[in-house]
């Protein structure tokens, strides 16, 4: 089945994650885009720490979901449900912990 149970909304959360990761790592850049704004937004340090934890917090809110869906919709037993969603919350590639306070 390949999950379905949430209508696969759990996508957007990688999208705003993915587009909260752009606007930190361009926060201090100096490129001018198409129409000769500045791409970077220049917020304060503690802003930008603010948006670290909530990238933290929303890639592993897709991660909960993502795996709540498969378990409900029959993809994944409970156990399998554990293994996965403790793999997936510990590995630094997927929350990107290396790169962001969480």
Known sequence: MSGGHFDYQ?????YIADEL?????QN?????NQWGDR????????TI???ETALGLVRRAQIYVQRIDWLVSGDDGEESFHARLKHELNDERTIKTTCYRV
């Open 39 to 46: 791409v970077g937004r220049q917020y304060t340090a503690e």
């Open 10 to 14: 759990q996508y957007k959360l990688g």
């Open 28 to 32: 201090d850049s100096e490129e001018l």
């Open 49 to 51: 720490e603010q948006f």
């Open 21 to 25: 990761e752009q606007l930190i790592l």
